[in-house]
């Protein structure tokens, strides 16, 4: 960790070019190198947080009770092997087991606590504390920890509830918001209740550390995930304001209540958009195509229609507002004749935002994605290789190199032998459950 501090007080300190020199000489190879996590985080939201923070650098220490993440177990495609569910959210990782609920093992853990920088957990409400550790106690063992937090709800008549991913999704303004007016709620594919939390956990994490740095004191992090899915509803609370001025006309709705109705596809931003057909018809030959006001007039003349773009009815944005279903309708009969990359190609080349609907095939073959290591091979000592979504932060002097997520276990000699000089117990404390 003394690297880190280093760098960070650098930044608030001023440096002669001797001193500049000096930490060049000295530079960290990874942005969070020296900086340890503590990682009791388990299924998804938690562990989408903590493989960032490794990602970044941080030397993160999943701890797990002896039987294991449930989520090693969870929709496994290879019998007796880590599931994908498992590996792809915990890459670069060490693992050590240890039972919390047993004397010996809170032992251990308070000798480990002041070792760490962060301790991550995303337990039901109250487990922690059920634990014996909760914030109080925490701070007292480790002054400079910092201390996060998923939860499914933030204090109020929620607070002692589970949560998974589409009760987020359900109770932050997604649901609601999302599908066709004449159909039931959707749930998204994209994770936004558990991997959407993990991201906002980790500039969370980031802030509290930069803080400590100043303060020299650890702190609280708290993140629920209703509250990280609404801050990606914040659109549709715009929306549920200016309802109260009228209706919302680049809406396709034709009636508006007092909440904001599902609107299909519709962009949610200043400029329409709307996913149109191509051939062959096939379930993702969509391409979705958003009109700005400079695309009109070449997505007139490409479509065969050139007497819109100077049509009164049709040539402004606000004269196209009443009828974008039949804009879209328009274009959708141009698109029906091409496929989906041909349109791709022909709409970019007059600059028109536009993105064909890629299907999980598409994107586990794209070449772009795999050159940026978006999509990345890891190698794994049980199920060979396998693939996974890499990192979507990009840092010029901090490249990160997705390692295998580790097996259960994998480093209790390393941390409990190693760290603690539990070397002779170690087998002991396997036979006795403590590890
Ligand atoms: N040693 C001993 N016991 C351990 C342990 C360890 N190392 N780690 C966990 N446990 C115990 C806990 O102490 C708890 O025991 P008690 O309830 O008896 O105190 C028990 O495991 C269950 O913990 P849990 O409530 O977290 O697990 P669950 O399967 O019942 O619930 C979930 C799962 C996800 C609904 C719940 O953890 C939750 O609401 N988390 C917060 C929201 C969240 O992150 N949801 C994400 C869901 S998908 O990403």
């Not at 693992?95 to 301790?119: H, Q, V």
């Not at 899915?229 to 709705?253: A, S």
Request: net charge negative; charged share 20%.
């Amino acid at each position: 960790m003394a690297g880190f501090r280093e760098g960070a007080q650098a930044l608030h300190a001023p440096r002669s070019v001797d001193q500049h020199i000096h930490e060049k000489e000295n530079v960290l190879r990874k942005a969070l190198e020296g900086v340890r996590v503590l990682d009791m985080t388990h299924v998804q939201s938690g562990p989408s947080c903590t493989q960032l923070l490794a990602w970044l650098g941080a030397d993160v220490v999943k701890l797990e009770a002896p039987g294991g993440d449930v989520t090693r177990k969870q929709l496994r495609d290879i019998p007796n092997v880590d599931s994908l569910y498992f590996t792809m959210l915990n890459c670069n990782k060490r693992s050590i087991t240890l039972n919390m609920k047993s004397p010996e093992g809170k032992r251990i853990f308070t000798e480990l606590l002041p070792r760490f920088d962060i301790l991550a957990e995303n337990f039901g409400p109250g487990a922690i504390d059920r634990m014996g550790f909760g914030w109080d106690v925490l701070q007292e063992i480790n002054p400079r920890l910092i201390f996060a937090s998923i939860k499914g709800f933030g204090d109020g008549r929620y607070t002692h509830y589970k949560a998974y991913e589409v009760i987020a999704q359900a109770m932050g303004g997604s649901m609601s918001t999302t599908g066709f007016i004449d159909g039931p709620p959707m749930a998204t594919g994209a994770q936004i209740g558990d991997s959407g939390t993990g991201i906002h956990a980790v500039a969370g994490i980031l802030a509290a550390l930069y803080q400590r740095e100043h303060t020299g004191r650890g702190q609280r992090v708290t993140v629920a995930m209703q509250d990280s899915v609404l801050n990606l509803c914040r659109v549709k609370l715009r929306d549920h304001q200016r309802l109260q001025r009228g209706p919302l006309n680049e809406y396709p709705n034709n009636e508006f209540g007092d909440e904001v109705p599902r609107s299909g596809n519709a962009s949610g931003g200043g400029q329409p958009g709307w996913a149109v057909k191509c051939a062959p018809g096939g379930p993702n030959d969509y391409v979705y195509v958003v009109v700005q006001p400079v695309g009109w007039e070449p997505i007139a003349n490409l479509i065969g229609r050139p007497e819109l773009v100077t049509d009164p009815e049709w040539s402004t944005p606000d004269a196209r507002l009443n009828k974008l279903d039949k804009m879209f309708q328009l274009i959708e009969e141009w698109s029906m004749g091409l496929g989906k990359w041909q349109v791709l190609e022909i709409l970019n080349q007059y600059n028109i935002p536009c993105g064909p609907i890629l299907s999980t095939k598409e994107i586990i073959e794209d070449e772009s994605l795999l050159a940026n290591d978006m999509v990345v091979r890891v190698d794994h000592p049980e199920r060979g290789e396998f693939t996974t979504v890499g990192c979507p932060l990009k840092l010029s002097d901090s490249p990160v190199d997705v390692r295998t997520s580790p097996l259960l276990g994998e480093h209790n000699a390393d941390v409990y032998g190693e760290e603690l000089g539990l070397h002779d117990q170690l087998v002991t404390l396997k036979a006795k459950g403590v590890i």
